[in-house]
């Protein structure tokens, strides 16, 4: 999966790396050279950068479907980095899961729903309004997701019910 990704990125950097050079300088030959080494080279410089460091050993624990409340596609800040996952709300936890491929980090982040102290709207860059704070014992995970309403209301009907 990974070596068929770096080689697909490098054949698409490759072949438009050529054709520029056709149209450029109307050199067949020079665009078919420049093409086939582009595709070799940023496919190894891809694969290096992009998958060498991730931990692919890293298993996600497994979800019943029946004992999910509310799911969604989100963004967690870690590190300050955004990465893209599934967020789950499950009766006594919320689980966060990075997609399965992931070019920055793969983690998950499980809170249960007893340590939370309170749910807050966050706004991205002051601007765009889908940010929902989990706050826990004076530590807070921020997620940006969809719908932030009805994931701040399933939160505390859960919370509600303990």
Same mark, same amino acid.
């Given at each position: 999966?990974?070596?068929?990704?770096?080689?697909?990125?490098?054949?698409?950097?490759?072949?438009?790396?050529?054709?520029?050079?056709?149209?450029?300088?109307?050199?067949?030959?020079?665009?078919?050279?420049?093409?086939?080494?582009?595709?070799?080279?940023?496919?190894?410089?891809?694969?290096?950068?992009?998958?060498?460091?991730?931990?692919?050993? /890293?298993?996600? !624990?497994?979800?019943?479907? +029946?004992?999910?409340?509310?799911? &969604? $596609?989100?963004?967690?800040?870690?590190?300050? #980095?955004?990465?893209?996952?599934?967020?789950?709300?499950?009766?006594?936890?919320?689980?966060?899961?990075?997609?399965?491929?992931?070019?920055?980090?793969?983690?998950?982040?499980?809170? /249960?729903?007893? !340590?939370?102290?309170?749910? +807050?709207?966050?706004?991205?860059? &002051? $601007?765009?309004?889908?940010?929902?704070?989990? #706050?826990?014992?004076?530590?807070?995970?921020?997620?940006?997701?969809?719908?932030?309403?009805?994931?701040?209301?399933?939160?505390?009907?859960?919370?509600?019910?303990?």
């Amino acid at each position: 999966m990974r070596i068929r990704n770096s080689l697909l990125a490098g054949i698409f950097f490759g072949f438009t790396a050529g054709i520029y050079v056709f149209i450029t300088s109307k050199k067949s030959d020079l665009a078919l050279v420049l093409g086939v080494f582009c595709t070799i080279v940023f496919s190894i410089c891809f694969y290096i950068k992009m998958f060498s460091k991730i931990d692919y050993s /890293l298993q996600f !624990q497994k979800i019943d479907k +029946n004992q999910i409340v509310y799911s &969604g $596609l989100a963004n967690h800040y870690r590190n300050k #980095i955004s990465v893209g996952g599934t967020l789950y709300l499950l009766k006594d936890r919320l689980i966060f899961q990075t997609n399965a491929i992931n070019y920055t980090e793969r983690h998950e982040c499980t809170i /249960l729903l007893d !340590q939370i102290t309170e749910v +807050n709207f966050v706004d991205a860059l &002051g $601007l765009i309004k889908n940010g929902l704070s989990i #706050i826990k014992h004076k530590e807070k995970e921020d997620f940006h997701v969809s719908k932030r309403e009805i994931w701040k209301e399933q939160i505390e009907r859960l919370l509600n019910v303990d």
